[in-house]
């Protein structure tokens, strides 16, 4: 387990290229293991969608184009609901949260912290989901997540630059939060979704 949890990790922070293979013997020597926990640990990250092995070598998942649709399908029909669901829901100190990181954000993007940006940008997203209160929700959007941090760790230098709009675009969704506007939290949240995809296939197209 803790083989799989350290790969899982490096794979999300971007340590391993999109398409590149993973070799058992080199990562049970890296992580200090036998080749028993590497094998368990590629059984698992292949369920979790972060490894591939078609017939050859295992490597490190390479999102097509259809991919990066389906993915984003997916996250815009579950975003949006835990968004209609938190626009009831969401405490003041939900509300508050979503301020801070905000202006974490502000402050990260004047330091050009690439790393915690996307740790900020997925906090924001958390904190909406959490305020949803449906845990059938929340573990759907789990299997998402990790598929939605993977792609965007992978291109963050590139998306980044995009940081203003995404900061606009956040404080237009915590705006509808707060003023419990259901279909003006819906169509934010919806728009940020879209943008977030348009600018992820700008970036893998070059």
Known sequence: ?????????LLLEGEFHPGERLVEVKLAERLGVSRGPIREAFRMLMQDGLIVQNGGPIQ?????????????QCRESLEVLATQLAVKKMSTKQLDELVLIIEKTKEADQQKSF?????????????????????????????IKTKVIYIRNTMIRNYYPNIHDIIGQ??????ALLERNE????????????????????????
Do not use: C, W
């Not at 956040?170 to 705006?175: D, K, L, R, T």
């Open 1 to 9: 387990m803790q083989a799989y949890t350290i790969i899982k990790s």
């Open 60 to 72: 490190v998942y390479q999102p097509t184009r259809k991919d990066l649709e389906e993915v984003f």
């Open 115 to 143: 790393t915690e940006l996307g740790k900020l940008d997925q906090a924001f997203h958390d904190v909406i989901i959490e305020g949803s209160e449906n845990q059938q929700l929340i573990q759907l959007m789990s299997v």
């Open 170 to 175: 956040h404080e237009q969704i915590y705006q």
């Open 183 to 206: 279909q003006k939290a819906e169509l934010e949240m919806r728009s940020h979704i879209k943008n977030s995809l348009e600018a992820i296939l700008k970036m893998n197209a070059r």
